[in-house]
C-alpha cells in the first residue's frame, strides 16, 4: 500500500512538471506567433491582409 502510494505521488510530480513544461512551451509558440505577426504586418505595411478562408475553400486577400 505505502508502495503504491509512492509510486502515485511520483506520478503526480512526473505529470506537474510535464504540465509546466507544456505551458512554457505553449507560451514560447504564442511569443514567436506574436512576432511573426508582427513581421507580416510590418513587411507589407499593412497591406494585403489575409482573410480567413471562404466557405468554399479559396484564399481571399484584401
Do not use: C, D
Not at 509512492?6 to 510530480?13: P, V
Not at 506574436?34 to 489575409?50: C, K, P, V, W
Amino acid at each position: 500500500m505505502l508502495s503504491r502510494l509512492q509510486e502515485l505521488r511520483k506520478e503526480g510530480e512526473t505529470f506537474l512538471r510535464l504540465e509546466a513544461a507544456l505551458h512554457h512551451q505553449l507560451n514560447r509558440l504564442e511569443v514567436e506567433e506574436l512576432a511573426l505577426q508582427s513581421m507580416i504586418h510590418s513587411t507589407r505595411g499593412g497591406e494585403m491582409l489575409y482573410s480567413p478562408p471562404a466557405h468554399n475553400g479559396h484564399m481571399m486577400w484584401a
